[in-house]
């Protein structure tokens, strides 16, 4: 498959992520990645309640949000936490500008002037964000962001915050579930930029789907801003853009000692010496020969225009051993119709007899490579055929989310001036955890977690390694407690260091190896636990009380 220097060579860039705040240094990498992202991307709400609570006196007042959902996504019981990077450089980056606030003017006109001034000089250098980790497993109800700060701000972060999360952890949830059922010796790419939910999706999906464990994806935007590797093949309409061999023009191509033989002449001399049975498409042919001397060092060719086992994938390998001759090694092919699992056993056989035939050893291991219309349940029911495909490209069910199109997550006041506020639902789901609060992973002799425990501050419960725990009718003693939320940003400054693209995704992968499998299995697994200890329990149902008394029914 071709990247920038052909088909298909890895080639990484640095993606070291240096994030300053905006108004201490100019610094390009601190911007948002979408300059989209500003505070006018909000919901109107947010601008009417900063409003009101600038006329109430009530902006300054120090709020606390949980930013958290409510089910894990796809039927799974885990989620991937993406998007941070993100929030923090927005948040690194807040302000209106003077064409946001006359815009404002003009959609608020009963505002008045000191409003907007006020507006103008909203930064987030009094918001502190805690944060678990981006790549880290997560699950319903853990606040993934815990922002706190004056409310005028504060809640005007929001719908932001929330557009900056969903979809990336929902996208490369659904990349780490395919990367689940591919396994570890699949390659897989992301091929879906034109599927997916414009610009901003395509670039998003990219990002995320790498962090979640793909190889590369085809988006060259997402190669040149991220240094994901890029890769790619060619579209059926290449082939068929090739009639038979007066197209091609330029048939020369030097050997690896710079000497210069006629390619068509070798692939004509090959397909003489294959004693084929039946006659292949010449156009097919042609073009593939065309590609091979544009890239003969990586080539690789899309089989099924015609037809795949009696056509294309001949023409491939006549040109691969025309190229081998001249000492480059092609490549593999593309299927992108039909059986995907029948045709590359197909495929691999004919590899392996044309390896054996000109006696050249790498043919049987060239790469099979498989798009078209693949989803999670077409990559599990594949490996339960059993198939000789080494590379999976995979766009419009892995961008588009197919099988859930959002994650749930919310946004909700926990605490406003150091007293724990809560929303009652019907819903139990739906009631919010109330207060500032902590959560901590906690660790058994196993090598894997036992469940995530939420306290409150200064909670009698502080869980500790060796100290036991009762949840329900068990015990645990923690062999180890980590903290899950960490401070990003402080009051204005970046306080945790951030890690690049690379070692976010490394990270994701190394957790999946240490979580239980039966959380991770992608058809019913096993839901992984969350606790809240006594402490919140108890301020959740005393607070409930206090909001709606309980009532005598009795009367
Ligand atoms: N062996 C297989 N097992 C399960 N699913 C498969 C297998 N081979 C292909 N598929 C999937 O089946 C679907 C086949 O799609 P479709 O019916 O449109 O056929 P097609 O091969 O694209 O046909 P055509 O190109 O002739 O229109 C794709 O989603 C593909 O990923
Ligand atoms: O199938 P996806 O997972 O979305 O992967 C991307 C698809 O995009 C390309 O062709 P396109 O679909 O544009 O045309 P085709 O279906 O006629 O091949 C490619 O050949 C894949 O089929
Ligand atoms: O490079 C490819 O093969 C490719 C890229 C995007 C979509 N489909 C295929
Ligand atoms: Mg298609």
Redesign the pocket.
């Known amino acids: 498959m071709a990247d920038a220097d052909g088909p298909f060579v890895v080639k990484r860039h640095r993606s070291k992520t240096h994030i300053a705040p905006q108004w201490k240094s100019q610094s390009k990498t601190s911007a948002p990645t979408n300059n989209f992202v500003t505070p006018l991307l909000n919901d109107l709400y947010q601008i009417t309640m900063a409003y009101s609570y600038w006329q109430q006196g009530r902006q300054d007042l120090h709020a606390v949000f949980d930013l958290y959902f409510r089910k894990n996504p796809f039927g799974g019981e885990i989620t991937m936490f993406a998007g941070l990077d993100e929030v923090i450089r927005h948040v690194s980056n807040f302000h209106f500008t003077r064409e946001h606030i006359d815009y404002l003017k003009e959609i608020l006109p009963h505002c008045p002037a000191e409003f907007f001034d006020w507006l103008l000089s909203l930064n987030c250098s009094k918001v502190k964000i805690y944060a678990i980790p981006e790549g880290t497993l997560v699950f319903p109800r853990l606040p993934l962001i815990r922002v706190e700060g004056p409310i005028g701000v504060t809640q005007m972060l929001e719908t932001t915050l929330l557009t900056l999360v969903n979809y990336p952890s929902l996208v490369a949830t659904n990349a780490l579930r395919h990367r689940i059922v591919a396994g570890q010796n699949s390659t897989l790419f992301e091929?879906?930029l034109?599927?997916a939910q414009g610009p901003d999706g395509g670039i998003s999906a990219s990002k995320y789907s790498y962090m979640g464990g793909f190889d590369g994806t085809s988006n060259v935007l997402a190669g040149h801003l991220f240094g994901i590797p890029v890769k790619g093949t060619h579209?059926?309409s290449y082939v068929t853009s090739f009639t038979d061999v007066s197209d091609l023009r330029v048939r020369e191509l030097k050997d690896v000692n710079g000497k210069v033989f006629d390619l068509w002449e070798m692939v004509q001399e090959v397909y003489k010496q294959a004693d084929l049975v039946t006659q292949t498409n010449q156009g097919e042919l042609a073009a593939f020969t065309a590609y091979a001397v544009s890239f003969p060092n990586t080539f690789l060719a899309?089989v099924d225009s015609y037809d795949t086992l009696k056509s294309g994938v001949i023409n491939f390998l006549t040109v691969a051993v025309a190229l081998h001759r001249l000492g480059y090694k092609a490549n593999g092919i593309?299927l992108?119709?039909g059986d995907l699992s029948y045709l590359s056993k197909e495929t691999r056989k004919l590899f392996v007899k044309w390896g054996e035939k000109f006696q050249i050893d790498y043919f049987a291991k060239l790469n099979i490579v498989a798009?078209?219309?693949?989803n999670e349940r077409t990559l599990s029911s594949l490996q339960q055929q059993g198939h000789e495909i080494d590379t999976f490209?995979?766009?419009?069910?892995?961008v588009t989310c197919e099988a859930q199109p959002a994650l749930g997550c919310v946004y909700k006041l926990v605490e406003i001036e150091g007293k724990p506020r809560i929303k009652l639902s019907q819903d139990m789901a739906k009631v919010t955890l109330p207060s500032r609060k902590s959560i901590y992973r906690i660790w058994g002799n196993a090598q894997h977690p036992i469940l995530d425990l939420i306290t409150t501050q200064n909670d009698p419960d502080h869980p500790e390694p060796g100290k036991r725990i009762q949840k329900k009718r068990a015990y645990i003693t923690p062999t180890r407690v980590e903290p899950l939320l960490k401070l990003y940003w402080n009051e204005g400054q970046v306080a945790e260091d951030f890690h690049s693209l690379d070692d976010i995704r490394s990270y994701a992968l190394t957790q999946v190896k240490i979580m239980r499998e039966d959380h991770l299995r992608t058809m019913n697994p096993t839901p992984y636990k969350i606790s809240v200890t006594s402490a919140l329990f108890k301020l959740l149902y005393d607070l409930w009380s206090e909001e709606v008394p309980i009532e005598d029914i009795s009367q």
Request: charged share 25%; net charge positive.
């Open positions: 091929f879906g034109r599927r579209a059926h899309l593309r992108d119709s798009s078209n219309d693949i490209g995979i766009g419009t069910n892995l």
